[in-house]
């Protein structure tokens, strides 16, 4: 019988009584009815149904969460100049600029009162004829992240530094190694390379050192490197074990001056669709010493992350929403498609849900204030 059917059943049996009686105990019934109908659902076993009260409250919608953004989780990217005066802003990367080694502490004394726990750091030598066919300014001591790294353990020693290890911003062919007389990388001699580059920034200070070239054994290297040199006990080992090729780099590229001269980066990167090859390489990487395991891009790779956290259970997993993630966002925002920060929020707590525990974020200026609130 239908709620409706039953009030109409009731006011016939009732004429009798006056119309207000009539509809009081129309209702009382009716309540009675519904009350009995709740009953029976429970007992048939369809009360799993019912769920709107478990996130009817801001707080309990937060429980429903298996991880929520904090500030520890975030590590903010930088991008270091080797002119110490230079603060430009990067057109096509809202709200961010390269800075010179003059302007970083200005720059970050307020973040880290704010709350800011980590950093990561990109050299971008701007200087003419810097640049060379091996990298040669990326471990120079007088060079931009290696100054950097001094600077920052002096002024703030509780800063947790990540050294970006590359070749791509400091060779005159903008690759991420040593090339061949015929243009292809030359693994063994990359591997090497990267190696040292990464001793010389965990030699300086650095508290990670996360190597984002894609040589294979290049893990390997470094940690036996550290090994003898006594370091492994106290530096991280962060891998960027899943990092694909594709077109959301562009303004970080515009950003580092990291553009390839020739060709692209698709025999070393990973394609967007080999999600097996991701399986093997973040396989391949936990068993040669890494500490952290990186899934790059984040948005559109949500699968990977929640492989690298299936894989490598005992690991904490970063994932990198890139610059091109970034930009977008930004531009919808702009183009009043959706609230930017509700969106920063949204996309950040997808790559959470899928598995990530360190997010490494352009929007960490804005998280650490969006996060008080």
């Not at 929520?68 to 802003?89: A, G, N, R, V």
């Not at 040589?215 to 036996?224: C, M, Q, T, V």
Request: some cysteine; overall charge neutral; charged content about 20%.
């Amino acid at each position: 019988m239908s709620f409706s059917t039953l009030v109409s059943d009731l006011a016939y049996r009732d004429n009798g009584d006056s119309k207000k009686s009539t509809l009081s105990r129309a209702a009382s019934y009716a309540k009675s009815y519904a009350s009995t109908a709740a009953t029976s659902v429970s007992i048939s076993g369809d009360i799993s149904s019912q769920l709107h009260g478990g996130y009817s409250h801001p707080l309990t919608r937060s429980w429903q969460a298996e991880r929520q953004l904090t500030k520890s989780m975030l590590i903010y990217p930088l991008f270091i100049s080797d002119l110490p005066s230079e603060e430009t802003l990067i057109p096509s990367l809202p709200s961010q600029y390269r800075r010179g080694l003059n302007k970083l502490v200005p720059h970050l004394k307020p973040l880290v009162a704010k709350g800011l726990r980590s950093v990561i750091l990109f050299g971008v030598p701007v200087t003419p004829n810097v640049k060379d066919a091996l990298g040669t300014a990326a471990d120079d001591p007088n060079g931009p992240v290696i100054q950097a790294i001094l600077l920052l353990r002096k002024h703030f020693p509780n800063l947790f530094i990540v050294a970006d290890v590359c070749l791509c911003e400091y060779t005159s062919h903008g690759h991420c190694g040593i090339l061949r007389d015929d243009g292809s990388l030359n693994n063994t001699l990359s591997v090497d390379r990267i190696s040292d580059v990464a001793m010389a920034y965990a030699e300086a200070g650095a508290n990670c050192v996360a190597p984002s070239d894609m040589n294979d054994g290049r893990i390997r290297a470094i940690k036996l490197k550290m090994i003898e040199a006594g370091l492994a006990h106290r530096v991280v080992l962060m891998s960027y074990a899943a990092k694909f090729s594709g077109c959301l780099y562009g303004p970080f590229r515009d950003a580092a001056g990291s553009c390839p001269s020739f060709g692209d980066r698709k025999c070393y990167q990973l394609p967007p669709g080999g999600r097996g090859l991701a399986r093997r390489a973040i396989r391949r990487d936990i068993g040669e010493g890494a500490d952290v395991i990186m899934v790059k891009p984040a948005s559109s790779y949500l699968d990977i992350i929640s492989d690298a956290k299936e894989i490598g259970k005992d690991l904490p997993i970063s994932a990198y929403q890139v610059s091109g993630e970034y930009a977008m966002i930004h531009a919808a925002a702009k183009a009043g498609v959706f609230d930017l920060k509700t969106m920063a929020f949204e996309s950040t707590e997808g790559i959470l849900r899928a598995g990530a525990t360190i997010i490494v974020s352009y929007f960490t200026p804005q998280f650490l204030d969006w996060l008080e609130t």
